[in-house]
């Protein structure tokens, strides 16, 4: 079947390097921001948050960054290993309570 | 951990069919959403309930309805399947409590309209 993967912007890594991926937000008043990983045929699954309030938030392996003076949001991957092979969004709370989506990005590891 | 259940991983209707897409959650979450995944589109917004009998359109909600009869049960209605609603179908819950928190998804409901 067709996979979610189709027609986003892709990252190759080795395995053990660190992978950083970019997300462009829209909306200046955002004030949260999530970052989801989706493994083919399951749903999408959360990593980390941060608000508006931080620049900066680590979790295992992870770190979020959030630069809203241009509006941008990057996910940091430390020693990347296969199992990290994935469609990763961000998201942004763009008011109404609701979530906007990004389109993803497919992060490929080698061995 | 929160669990999200799709009663269905895929389906084939028909055009025409009325089809119902069921999604549970077990940990009494207040919203509840639906979200369609296509390729190239990414997630978008179909509808969402804040809470039981509440439900307010998304982005996309031509052709698709919803029910919210019980707090753990939020189900998505086609009600004339049509081939352009061919799509993978997520639900999603989140406390209520703070809107600032994440959503969390089930696995999904690979839906085909022939």
């Known amino acids: 079947g067709e996979s979610v993967g189709l027609h986003l912007p892709t990252l190759s890594v080795q395995e053990g390097d660190n992978s950083i991926i970019n997300c462009a937000y829209s909306?200046?008043?955002?004030?949260?921001f999530i970052w989801y990983k989706q493994e083919s045929g399951k749903g999408p699954q959360f990593i980390i948050d941060?608000?508006?309030?931080?620049d900066k938030r680590q979790g295992q392996r992870v770190t979020v960054l959030l630069n809203k003076t241009v509006k941008h949001l990057s996910l940091q991957i430390a020693a990347t290993q296969p199992g990290d092979s994935a469609v990763y969004f961000c998201?942004?709370?763009?008011?109404?309570?609701?979530?906007?989506f990004g389109k993803g990005t497919m992060l490929l590891v080698s061995p | 951990d929160v669990k999200v259940t799709q009663s269905s991983r895929y389906l084939v209707k028909r055009t025409g069919e009325k089809v119902f897409l069921e999604c549970v959650q077990d940990m009494d979450h207040e919203n509840m959403f639906w979200y369609r995944q296509d390729p190239g589109l990414g997630l978008r917004l179909i509808y969402f309930s804040y809470d039981v009998k509440m439900k307010e359109k998304g982005d996309i909600p031509e052709g698709y309805s919803v029910s919210r009869e019980k707090k753990e049960r939020f189900s998505l209605i086609l009600e004339s399947a049509s081939t352009n609603q061919t799509s993978m179908y997520l639900c999603?819950?989140?406390?209520?409590?703070?809107?600032?928190?994440?959503?969390?998804f089930g696995n999904g409901t690979r839906l085909t309209v022939t």
């Open positions: 909306n200046s008043a955002s004030d949260y």
């Open positions: 941060i608000r508006s309030n931080m």
């Open positions: 999603a819950s989140r406390k209520s409590s703070s809107y600032n928190s994440p959503l969390h």
């Open positions: 998201a942004e709370n763009s008011g109404y309570s609701t979530l906007t």
